[in-house]
């Protein structure tokens, strides 16, 4: 609804105006009465208003007072200033120059005419109709002025070393000219507990929910090509601000790193890079939800990688040696300089572990359990954890699982006993519905396990094997020539006859009936 306030000190007047512009526009405008000057502009500064419907000549503060009064606001109420109707019953031209001053929609002499007023009214709804549609223009447009410099913004971060022609080209494009200076860059992320990532949109939601309860100016905020927020804005303690922020509402996993203070369109792309490198490092200290460019070590400490140490972990998995896995792991990572490290080096040892240990047990001794594979595909990427020490713990963890599984694979690759249970059994049961799940836990074997050991035993897979026992078997028959094939194909365990008549013409080259045939022609 339109809201309406009618200003007038006599209250016949203001009942009757209420009342001729109920019945003419009915349900269309919210209508506020007020006596004098100031009692309306407090009830516009409280509520606002679309329309206002003012007499001239009033006590406290008259008409024209108020009209000044609500010009000079700095800050209009939201929806713009409000359309103005004066009402008098003086024919003074100051007055008229007064409403042309301000913008007045229109002048109406008292007493006031019905048509006149309702012809007043409806030019104002047009009015605020043509704003409306105006404002509606400029926000789609504003909106898509946004998305355009943040896409530019993506692609300037990309660049190096520009010429002052492109300087200027990205300056006007991304409006560097309305930035507020000095500025800083910060990228802003979300890790759970469990290494995964707030998606990016709820981030950004997050993130500019928590500015506006902040002090300061940000210049732009924007979604990088990783899905993470990008803010500029100065200077850096604001940006700490953030950090506090989410402290206080117990934001554990919000982390963000910050560049140095900058004041060119070079010092913009150098400093997304700062910040990123900054966020990087929020993984090595568990306690720290922001760091700074400019408080990381000058000379952080980088090594080649230990290869050798590397492989001797491969090498004592299984061997019953896992009290030495934790304090190599803590030789390789160099645990006692962690906070003097750069990432790099644990990226590089990350990679190499996965590599020359975790994929190569998996090449050699196939799939182990689900539980080890989904911790090993969470561990084959140290950005799926929120901090270091939960890598560590769980790469360790990992490795300990490997061991014991290693050991099972091998202990079942000597022994064989269980292999030969598991091999009469089914010749013994082979005409019934096998599957491997049940052969596995007739012999107390991991499934996982008994695939790759019963594969190393009888040099086939389980599948493969038990359809080589059903069609021995059924040569058998045939070769009593006592029973029908259907008869037979159902003796040997096979659901159907036409499945029976593929596997056997699989793996003899000829069908069930040819085999019969042949052996009657001899």
């Known amino acids: 609804m339109t ?45 606002g208003a679309d329309i206002i419907l003012t007499d001239i000549r009033m006590p406290v503060m008259d008409g024209i007072t108020m009209i000044e009064k609500i010009s000079a606001e700095q800050t209009p109420v939201e929806g713009g200033r409000p359309q103005i109707i004066i009402l008098s019953g003086y024919e003074d031209f100051e007055y008229a ?36 549609r105006m404002a509606e223009q400029l926000a789609v447009t504003e909106s898509y002025r946004q998305q355009v410099q943040s896409a530019r913004l993506q692609e300037l971060f990309l660049m190096q070393n520009m010429t002052e022609d492109e300087v200027r080209l990205w300056s006007t494009e991304i409006g560097f000219d309305h930035y507020k200076l000095p500025f800083c860059v910060a990228v802003v992320s979300y890790k759970y507990e469990d290494g995964s990532r707030m998606k990016k949109e709820e981030l950004m939601s997050l993130t500019q929910h928590m500015l506006e309860s902040m002090e300061g100016e940000i210049n732009t905020s924007l979604l990088d090509r990783e899905g993470r927020v990008v803010l500029v804005g100065g200077p850096s303690t604001q940006l700490a601000d953030l950090s506090f922020l989410a402290a206080e509402r117990e934001l554990e996993g919000m982390l963000i790193g910050v560049s140095s203070e900058g004041n060119t369109l070079e010092d913009l792309v150098i400093g997304y890079h700062q910040a990123r490198e900054s966020l990087k490092y929020t993984f090595i200290y568990p306690k720290t939800r922001l760091i700074r460019y400019g408080k990381l070590p000058d000379n952080r400490r980088s090594y080649p990688l230990p290869k050798e140490k590397i492989h001797k972990l491969g090498n004592i998995l299984g061997t019953n040696h896992e009290k030495e896995i934790g304090p190599l792991l803590q030789e390789i990572f160099r645990i006692e300089q ?30 182990a359990s689900v539980e080890v594979l989904k911790l090993y595909r969470k561990v084959g990427v140290m950005s799926n954890f929120r901090h270091f020490h939960d890598y560590f713990r769980s790469l360790e963890q990992l490795l ?102 593929r596997v056997f013409k699989e793996l003899e080259g000829v069908s069930p009936q040819e085999y019969r045939e042949k052996l009657l022609s001899r």
């Not at 209250?11 to 001729?20: A, D, E, F, Q, Y």
């Not at 042309?100 to 109709?129: G, M, N, W």
């Open 97 to 132: 120059k007064a409403a042309i001053r301000y913008q007045v929609v229109d002048y109406l002499l008292k007493p006031i005419r019905r048509d006149e007023l309702f012809t007043s009214l409806r030019k104002c709804q047009e009015h605020l109709a043509k704003r409306s």
């Open 400 to 501: 300990l699982d490997l061991g014991e599984y290693i050991k099972e694979i091998r202990s079942a690759h000597s022994e064989h006993g269980e292999m030969k249970e598991a091999v009469a059994y089914i010749e013994e049961h082979y005409h019934r519905p096998l599957n491997m799940a049940m052969v596995s836990n007739y012999v107390s074997l991991n499934y996982s396990y008994f695939s790759e050991t019963f594969k190393a035993y009888t040099g086939e897979s389980f599948v493969t094997y038990l359809k080589k026992v059903r069609i021995r078997k059924a040569k058998e028959l045939i070769g009593k020539g006592k029973l029908k094939l259907s008869e037979i194909s159902a003796a040997v365990g096979f659901e159907n006859t036409r499945h029976f008549s």
């Open 3 to 47: 809201k309406l306030i009618i200003v007038d000190d006599e209250k016949n007047i203001r009942i009757g105006l209420k009342t001729m512009i109920e019945r003419e526009f009915p349900d269309q405008y919210e209508l506020i009465m007020a006596g004098h000057g100031a009692e309306a502009f407090e009830l516009y500064q409280k509520t």
């Open 338 to 367: 962690l906070s003097e490290l750069d990432i790099s080096y644990l990226e590089g040892v990350s990679r190499y572990i996965n590599e020359q240990v975790l994929d190569e047990v998996f090449r050699i001794y196939g799939e």
